[in-house]
């Protein structure tokens, strides 16, 4: 059987060329006569296995020495009530930007331990845009400011960096991490869930500068304490070894092809590939303002909604699957991460045209 075209927002497609190494992998890690899954998390040659995947993501992204570099699990949602927790530090208050559905949820948690000052929404047009900084009402006393880099429902995406002075700024870049570059020098932490740009499912990775660790006030239970997890070294209990595994082989196939430089220029690429098409046909519509377009995840609806299910019947008999819509905002959305091919949104787009013409 040959392998599909998966569109899914996340889980998400991996490169084949890093399954097929955890395939030969599998029963017997480098001769070790076992399989990464078995390893103690203690044992040197995880521990090795670890070590490297984090020398190999500082490397991609330019991480500083004064940032530490956690794996950690329960996902983005479990970092929307830790970063309140460990960074409010008694000042009560911090501001965020409301840009849909997720960080909807980081202001719902953060609200659970301080006040929280929304200081731009995209509420006013159903969260098609990324609000300009120009319009935001930050405050300076603030313990920090968040944001979401991108909202994988709406498609919406920053396409800059917020500037906010000695207000460390945090930022959620579950759906964007890795797929273009940026300056970790300006975040004072950035955290992404790994099931869309980095591996399975179960890994957190964390990206948290030296001078915001062990100042939480009160003092958080030990696992929610970003302070225990940096002084055990992401080890304070058994961390999601196989997803630290993959993710580690991931970050050796970008270093071979050319890093995070070289999956911006053909991330541009291939969602430009579909824009310019959604551009010159009214049978497709895509609602974000065309300035916050994501790279990574691309909604439309067609026409005629009643046209949905025979969509997607024929992308799936044509092997592209997973473009069926959030519930929320129905149509379809195709996630075209890093390890997407530009073949397969090449076929998405034939596909389009195809199905325009047989029912435009």
């Known amino acids: 059987m040959s392998r599909v075209f998966n569109f899914s927002a996340g889980p998400a497609t991996l490169p084949e060329e890093v399954l097929r190494q955890a395939a030969e992998e599998m029963v017997d890690w480098h001769g070790s006569g076992q399989s990464v899954m078995e390893m103690s998390h203690r044992g040197k040659e995880f521990m090795g296995i670890a070590a490297a995947a984090e020398a190999d993501l500082r490397e991609l992204m330019g991480i500083p020495a004064n940032y530490k570099v956690l794996f950690l699990q329960g996902g983005a949602s479990l970092q929307f009530e830790m970063i309140p927790i460990n960074l409010l530090r008694g000042k009560g208050t911090a501001d965020y930007v409301h840009t849909g559905e997720w960080a909807k949820k980081a202001i719902k948690a953060a609200r659970i331990f ?14 098609t845009y990324a609000p300009a900084q120009a319009g935001w009402k930050l405050d300076k006393n603030a313990a920090y400011v968040h944001y979401t880099a991108n909202e994988t429902i709406g498609g919406v995406e920053f396409q800059w960096t917020p500037e906010t002075g000695d207000v460390p700024l945090v930022c959620d870049m579950s759906s964007n991490i890795l797929s273009r570059a940026i300056d970790v020098s300006k975040y004072g932490l950035i955290y992404a869930g790994a099931q869309k740009n980095i591996g ?10 030296d001078d915001l660790v062990g100042k939480a006030q009160p003092t958080p239970p030990p696992m929610l304490d970003y302070k225990t997890h940096v002084d055990a070294e992401s080890m304070y209990n058994t961390p999601p070894t196989y997803s630290i595994y993959i993710a580690g082989l991931v970050f050796q196939w970008l270093k071979k092809n050319g890093g995070v430089a070289a999956m911006e220029r053909k991330n541009v690429e291939k969602s430009k590939l579909l824009y310019d098409y959604l551009g010159t046909t009214d ?12 790279r990574m995840n ?11 299910e025979a969509f997607l019947k024929g992308a799936k008999e044509r092997g592209m699957t997973q473009l069926k819509g959030h519930r929320s905002v129905g149509g379809m959305r195709a996630s075209i991460y890093n390890a997407m091919p530009v ?8 596909y389009m045209r195809e199905f325009e013409k047989s029912h435009g």
């Not at 399975?200 to 500068?209: D, F, M």
């Open 200 to 209: 399975p499912a179960g890994l957190t990775i964390v990206i948290v500068r």
């Open 343 to 350: 073949a397969g949104v090449k076929a998405l787009v034939d």
């Open 298 to 308: 691309v909604p439309f609806t067609l026409k005629d909604a009643a046209l949905d």
């Open 283 to 294: 049978f497709y519509r895509n609602p974000v303002n065309p300035a916050d377009r994501s």
């Open 114 to 127: 301080g006040n929280v000052n929304v200081v731009a929404s995209a509420e006013d047009k159903a969260f």
